[in-house]
């Protein structure tokens, strides 16, 4: 059973900064894609980040690219999301995501995500 705990949400000024976690459980991240995605309210859930499955290759929404930053931590068993310049557009839940298996298309569709977190409110003020 996969597990992932999301932490490190909280409320900050525009222009601040932030660095989420997503510890998880159950299988390594290693070997695996992990993604994060946000819902703010009223609105879809929207795709952030994505970490290919070797931790090679990065992807983002062009909302963010530039501003954020999906790492991982192969010892700790941990996907970060390192956030910079925030806007009070960021404001949402993160969740974190995983992959079932390998993923062959597109890392930023919610379809290819099987295991989700239960996500971590960032509120950004202006």
């Known amino acids: 059973q996969v597990q992932l705990v999301e932490s490190g949400g909280e409320q900050v000024q525009a222009g601040g900064s932030l660095r989420l976690s997503c510890a998880a459980s159950g299988r390594t991240v290693n070997g695996y894609a992990m993604a994060w995605f946000r819902q703010a309210p009223g609105k879809e859930r929207e795709f952030v980040a994505a970490?290919?499955?070797?931790?090679?290759?990065?992807y983002y929404s062009d909302s963010v690219k530039g501003r954020f930053t999906v790492s991982r931590d192969n010892a700790k068993n941990t996907v970060f999301l390192q956030m910079h310049a925030l806007e009070p557009q960021d404001t949402a839940v993160y969740y974190c995501?995983?992959?079932?298996?390998?993923?062959?298309?597109?890392?930023?569709?919610?379809?290819?995500?099987?295991?989700w977190g239960q996500g971590t409110r960032v509120t950004v003020s202006s």
């Open positions: 995501a995983a992959p079932q298996g390998r993923i062959s298309s597109s890392y930023s569709s919610r379809a290819n995500y099987h295991y």
């Open positions: 970490l290919s499955w070797n931790g090679i290759d990065t």
